[in-house]
């Protein structure tokens, strides 16, 4: 483990709230949230931004847990890993961050759906996910479902990144952009 690569983005990026890599359960992302909604608290970070945070990161958390996958071409199991961060840029901007390992299949569900989600605008995809809750279409399923849609609602940005590792294997990498700063009318 390189800690001064750590200590680098910390300067390059600012504070960070939280970071883990490894392997991820419900009780786990619980505790993570706690320690998140007293970092909130500590740093005076409004009800809203917060709300905000804590959302993205359970969403983003739950789809490590669902999704993940071992680099081992042969394997199919999930294995519920990854890599989260939540991070803070000056008072205005925060991150919540993370990667796992997805299997081509998962690639195919998830990249049609995320790729829809950053298209639309906020409007669109306000009007899309009542849409998708009426309907029952991609909620509570396995499978890219309404998490992605859920987690732009609630970010100013959202960028994402699929690299391939092997013929069966990606880094799926998604970075949101929570803005703090009070939007003018």
Do not use: W
Request: overall charge negative; proline content about 1%.
């Amino acid at each position: 483990m390189d800690i001064l690569a750590i200590q680098k983005m910390v300067e390059r990026d600012g504070i960070i709230f939280l970071t883990y890599g490894g392997f991820l359960s419900q009780t786990l992302i619980s505790s993570m949230t706690e320690a998140l909604e007293q970092e909130a608290q500590r740093n005076e970070i409004s009800m809203g931004v917060s709300n905000n945070i804590f959302t993205v990161f359970i969403e983003l958390s739950q789809n490590m847990m669902n999704y993940s996958k071992s680099k081992d071409e042969n394997c199919r199991k999930i294995m519920p890993e990854g890599l989260i961060v939540v991070s803070r840029e000056g008072d205005e901007i925060y991150f919540v961050e993370s990667q796992n390992i997805i299997s081509i299949d998962d690639k195919n569900k998830i990249e049609p759906i995320i790729e829809e989600v950053v298209s639309l605008d906020k409007e669109s995809l306000k009007k899309r996910y009542r849409e998708l809750r009426k309907s029952g279409q991609k909620s509570h399923t396995k499978g890219g479902g309404i998490g992605f849609y859920e987690i732009a609602k609630r970010c100013d940005n959202i960028e994402f990144n699929i690299s391939k590792i092997n013929n069966d294997k990606y880094y799926f990498h998604v970075k949101t952009t929570i803005n703090n700063k009070k939007k003018e009318d």
